[in-house]
């Protein structure tokens, strides 16, 4: 089992619907990522929380917008989309850094499969 | 430039032989890490080996190795004994610098295994 929960795993919507993605960890992780991935193609970031602190990539849509109630939780709030934000939507977290030289990797969630039709 | 360049869009291998997936990555901080994920169709992506810069040896987890190449800059995993379940999408990526905030993805290998 996932340690990230990712809810839904398959979402369709129309252009006009309002929805929202779920992730959850309990790892204690300080850090969550938003990601969309395309078929065959790698994740591209989209939203970092970071110590409570927010870093987005510039080229997202404001169709699309984070929020981040605690630690544990990351919501993707999803409004007006377009066919072409059909895509798989990965959560992660990690743990901080404790010291130079060691990096840890991401857990990822099993994903939100999203249709925009 | 590219941070990590994977030059193998496609692979296939024999059922119980042994593949090797290519990993080259691009970075002037001598502090980064390495991984390997695994993707299956379903879609969620799977950590499966971690290197780091500093270590000395290759690191090895179950069937999987890492063939690390510091001064040629390349990060190769070797999968062995391959198994039908080895089908997948495999993504190199890489963490740098004191805080390592920023996970660079390379473009991936598809691998099938022929039974």
């Known amino acids: 089992d996932t340690e990230v929960t990712q809810t839904p795993k398959h979402l369709v919507m129309g252009m006009t619907n309002k929805k929202s993605l779920k992730c959850e960890q309990h790892?204690?992780?300080?850090?969550m990522y938003w990601y969309k991935q395309k078929a065959k193609k790698p994740p591209e970031l989209m939203f970092v929380y970071s110590y409570e602190k927010l870093s987005i990539n510039e080229s997202v849509p404001s169709r699309f917008s984070p929020e981040c109630p605690n630690s544990s939780l990351l919501n993707l709030h999803l409004h007006a989309l377009q066919p072409e934000d059909s895509a798989l939507y990965l959560c992660?977290?990690?743990?901080?850094?404790?010291?130079?030289?060691?990096?840890?990797?991401?857990?990822f969630g099993s994903g939100t499969r999203l249709t925009v039709v | 430039a590219q941070k990590i360049t994977q030059t193998q869009p496609g692979m296939f291998v024999q059922e119980k032989e042994a593949v090797t997936l290519d990993c080259t990555y691009d970075t002037s901080d001598p502090s980064y890490g390495l991984f390997w994920y695994k993707q299956p169709s379903s879609g969620e992506m799977i950590f499966l080996i971690y290197q780091g810069s500093y270590d000395q040896q290759n690191a090895t987890e179950g069937r999987y190795s890492l063939n690390f190449q510091k001064a040629r800059k390349s990060a190769n995993l070797v999968i062995s004994a391959s198994q039908l379940g080895d089908s997948a999408m495999y993504f190199c990526a890489m963490r740098e610098g004191y805080t390592g905030n920023q996970f660079y993805f390379g473009t991936g290998t598809s691998l099938t295994v022929i039974p």
């Open positions: 992660a977290s990690s743990p901080r850094q404790k010291r130079q030289g060691e990096f840890y990797g991401y857990t």
């Open positions: 790892m204690g992780h300080r850090a």
